[in-house]
């Protein structure tokens, strides 16, 4: 489990720096930024648009922030203090809050604004991947190392089935 905990610290360290490049484009001159490639692939169109801020507050800034407490979440995970224990529970309420946010952020890419942004795929690919390693954590916490096992053998089985 610490390898897991250790992974998703790295995973949330990546979250921050691909936000705050995301919060670096939301300020930059439009048309400025290395990820907009055309009309629909593009940074600018997406972290510039109506979109990209909650009550003034920049959805970038807001990922940061996130990312920076899943970050101490998993690290609480790996301390032997009591409060620990209750430290992979809110990993995983938090890394799904975080979860249903960017996939309602992705709606609002694809349906509404008719934009991609890479930065953004990336943050929801991270966030995907701590919410699933968060659901280990927990399973781990309940029942035992033999949790990781199956739900590694499951996700094998499904990845051979797609003949890769």
């Known amino acids: 489990m610490r390898v897991i905990l ?3 610290i790295v995973l949330s360290l990546a979250g921050i720096f691909d936000a705050g490049y995301a919060l670096s484009q939301h300020y930059a001159p439009a048309d400025t930024s290395s990820c907009d490639f055309n009309e629909t692939v593009s940074c600018t169109a997406v972290n510039q648009s109506q979109y990209s801020e909650i009550a003034v ?3 970038a800034g807001i990922g940061m922030t996130g990312y920076l407490l899943l970050s101490l979440l998993a690290a609480a995970g790996l301390s032997r203090f009591a409060w620990g224990k209750l430290a992979p529970r809110l990993l995983l309420a938090t890394s799904l809050s975080a979860l249903g946010v960017s996939i309602w952020l992705t709606y ?3 349906v ?3 934009a991609i942004c890479p930065l953004c795929v990336l943050s929801l690919f991270l ?3 701590i919410t699933m390693l968060a659901i280990l954590v927990v399973l781990n916490r ?3 190392r033999t949790a990781t096992r199956h739900v590694i053998t499951a996700l094998r089985h499904c990845f051979s089935s797609l003949h890769l």
């Open 6 to 8: 250790i992974t998703i």
């Open 57 to 59: 507050i920049p959805v």
């Open 108 to 110: 609002v890419e694809i």
């Open 112 to 114: 509404i604004l008719k």
């Open 127 to 129: 966030i995907t991947m």
């Open 142 to 144: 309940r029942r035992g």
